[in-house]
Nanobody, 124 residues
Framework: QVQLVESGGGLVQPGGSLRLSCAAS????????MGWYRQAPGKQRGLVAV???????TYAGSVKGRFTISRDNAENTVYLQMNSLKPEDTAVYYC??????????????????WGQGTQVTVSS
C-alpha cells in the first residue's frame, strides 16, 4: 500500500505564492509520473502539471509560466511552486503518483494513487 501526504495549502492574496509538497511512502519499488490536479467547486478535476521520473514536465495552459513542478526522486516527493496566484486558481489540489509496489515475495504491481487534497484559496 502507498500513501501520498500533501502539505502547503492555505490562503494567499492575489499575486502571492505558495509551495505544495507531496511525499509518497509505503512498499515502493519505483515511482513513475507524479502530478498535481485541482478541482474547483462545481467543476471537474483537471490536470495542473505532471513530471515523469526523467524530469520532463507538462503544464496546463492556464498555469504555464506561473507554476513550476519538480521532484526529489530519492525522497519520492513532488513539489508545486505556485507564483502570481489568481483567484481562479482557488481549488482543492490533489497529488497523484503512478507507482510500482513490491511485496515480500518480490511481486510487483503498478497502480495509480491520489493524495487527500489540500485547499488553496486565493483571495484578498
Amino acid at each position: 500500500q502507498v500513501q501520498l501526504v500533501e502539505s502547503g495549502g492555505g490562503l494567499v492574496q492575489p499575486g502571492g505564492s505558495l509551495r505544495l509538497s507531496c511525499a509518497a511512502s509505503g512498499s515502493i519499488f519505483r515511482v513513475n509520473a507524479m502530478g498535481w490536479y485541482r478541482q474547483a467547486p462545481g467543476k471537474q478535476r483537471g490536470l495542473v502539471a505532471v513530471i515523469i521520473s526523467g524530469g520532463s514536465t507538462t503544464y496546463a495552459g492556464s498555469v504555464k509560466g506561473r507554476f513550476t513542478i519538480s521532484r526529489d526522486n530519492a525522497e519520492n516527493t513532488v513539489y508545486l511552486q505556485m507564483n502570481s496566484l489568481k483567484p481562479e486558481d482557488t481549488a482543492v489540489y490533489y497529488c497523484s503518483a503512478d507507482v510500482i509496489t513490491i511485496d515480500r515475495y518480490n511481486y510487483t504491481e503498478r497502480k495509480g494513487y491520489w493524495g487527500q487534497g489540500t485547499q488553496v484559496t486565493v483571495s484578498s
